[in-house]
């Protein structure tokens, strides 16, 4: 729990992991629903049709650190596909 400190102002002994769990939660599904191009090509096609419904001309793919290299570039061909989608 230690690494969750900030949310208890640095004081983990009333945070019960349950409730850590459930942030950790709440928050993934909020990024995974609205925010990412994670999932499948349709879903992603929803989050791109969202957001340019609401003006936006560009988006930016951030590749987090940690994943394996082959795994990135097994990827690029879906995210290539989705982009052709959008003239």
């Avoid at 349709?42 to 987090?64: F, Q």
Wanted: glycine share 6%; proline share 3%; hydrophobic share 40%.
């Amino acid at each position: 729990l230690d690494q969750y400190s900030f949310l208890a102002g640095g004081d983990t002994s009333q945070v019960r992991q349950e409730d850590v769990d459930t942030i950790l939660g709440v928050a993934f599904e909020a990024y995974y629903s609205t925010l990412s191009l994670l999932g499948s090509p349709d879903k992603s096609a929803r989050t791109v049709d969202h957001l340019r419904a609401l003006g936006a001309d560009e988006i930016a793919c951030l590749v987090d650190f940690g994943v394996e290299t082959h795994k990135i570039l097994e990827a690029l061909p879906a995210l290539a596909a989705l982009k052709n989608r959008y003239p």
